[in-house]
């Protein structure tokens, strides 16, 4: 049997998303030990609603490196460029930057080759980018 591969997306910047996305990290961790576990995380804009959310993310991030096997980061700022930059949009919303979002996490899932062999789903792309996990 094969062993189950997750991928969480979640915001670190604090409430909901980092709360809960970190705590379903350490249970997925607790309850699949030998799993593939990503997480895919959204970064805060420099200046935000909440004061404290560059510490929330640096807090949140620290958990995801005890439990996760990757983090793949996303910074709302670069997203927003993107949006602007490559698909002309003049004032992105959230939705224009999930679906930025959702297309590299796509692309990133889709099967490829690295050295020769194929690399297929969460675990085969972990292993290419993470050299802790073979």
């Known amino acids: 049997d094969a062993c189950p591969s997750f991928l969480v997306l979640q915001s670190v ?7 809960v996305g970190t705590n379903i ?3 997925l961790r607790r309850d699949y030990p030998s799993s593939c576990l990503i997480n895919a995380a959204v970064w805060p804009y420099e200046s935000g609603e909440v004061i404290v959310q560059s510490y ?6 620290s958990e995801l ?16 460029e993107m949006c602007t930059r490559l698909l002309n949009v003049k004032r992105p919303s959230f939705e224009d930057l999930n679906r930025v979002v959702a297309r ?4 990133a899932l889709l099967p490829s080759v690295d050295r020769g062999r194929p690399v297929c789903g ?9 050299g802790h996990i073979t």
């Open 25 to 27: 990290t350490h249970l």
């Open 13 to 19: 910047a604090g409430g909901t998303g980092s709360g």
């Open 104 to 107: 590299h996490l796509g692309a």
């Open 56 to 61: 929330n993310a640096i807090l949140t991030l």
């Open 65 to 80: 490196s005890r439990a996760s096997d990757g983090v793949v980061l996303f910074q709302n700022a670069q997203l927003s």
């Open 122 to 130: 969460l675990e085969g792309i972990a292993s290419a980018l993470c």
